[in-house]
Each structure stands twice: as C-alpha cells, then as structure tokens.
C-alpha cells in the first residue's frame, strides 16, 4: 500500500525512536470507522510512552487532528486516534497477545498467509 503523507509522518515518527515491526494495514474495507491502522512495537514502558507521544506530536505538526490518546497510564498499549489513522503502539508480549494484524488483515489475505 502506498502510504500517503499523514502514514509517512506516523511511520517516521515511529522509526525516529526505533519502533520495530511497525505494520501499516489499510482496513478501508472492513471498517468505516478509520481508513489505516498502524501497529509497532516498542521495547519498554518508556519506549511506549515516548514513540506515542512522538506520534502524537508529529501528526499534530503535520495539520492532523488529534481525536484521542489511549493507555498512556500503563504503557502496555497506546492508541493515538487521528481519524482517518489510528496508531497502536505495544509491548510484544501485548501485541502477541491481542494479535491485531490477523484480527484486521482482510479474510483472503488471512487465507494466503495460512496456505503459505
């Protein structure tokens, strides 16, 4: 999928504080909620705070508007809502867990990936 600059911003964002196996998924067809969901690790507590906040602040700068942020008490698991975008950034054991992508991932990718 070919990101459009409010993705790049987010994706940037993330990679700035070294976010790892970050996921851009376009669920345009699942939902009329949001457009993209961006999911990404983080390695700590702090690394979740931090990459969150960095993403909220870097879509702001960009002209997004910032409907919520979710989690940031724990650190587990933060949501930065913007809209059309929805950012996720989690621990692994928390995203292992919840396992969004499969969750999200449209039915005849999920089939591909099992067949593979």
């Not at 376009?26 to 690394?47: E, G, P, W």
């Not at 969004?100 to 099992?114: D, I």
Request: hydrophobic share 45%; net charge neutral.
């Amino acid at each position: 999928m070919r990101l459009n600059k409010l993705q790049q911003t987010a994706v940037t964002a993330l990679e700035d504080i070294k976010a790892h196996d970050i996921k851009v998924l376009d669920v345009r067809k699942l939902t009329s909620f949001y457009d993209s969901l961006i999911i990404a690790s983080a390695d700590s507590n702090r690394q979740v705070k931090a990459l969150a906040h960095h993403v909220r602040d870097r879509l702001k700068e960009a002209g997004a508007t910032i409907i919520g942020v979710e989690g940031e008490e724990s650190g587990e698991w933060v949501l930065v809502d913007c809209g059309d975008i929805v950012v996720h950034v989690m621990q692994p054991a928390v995203r292992t867990y919840y396992n969004l992508e499969e969750l999200w991932e449209a039915p005849a990718a999920r089939r591909r990936a099992k067949a593979a």
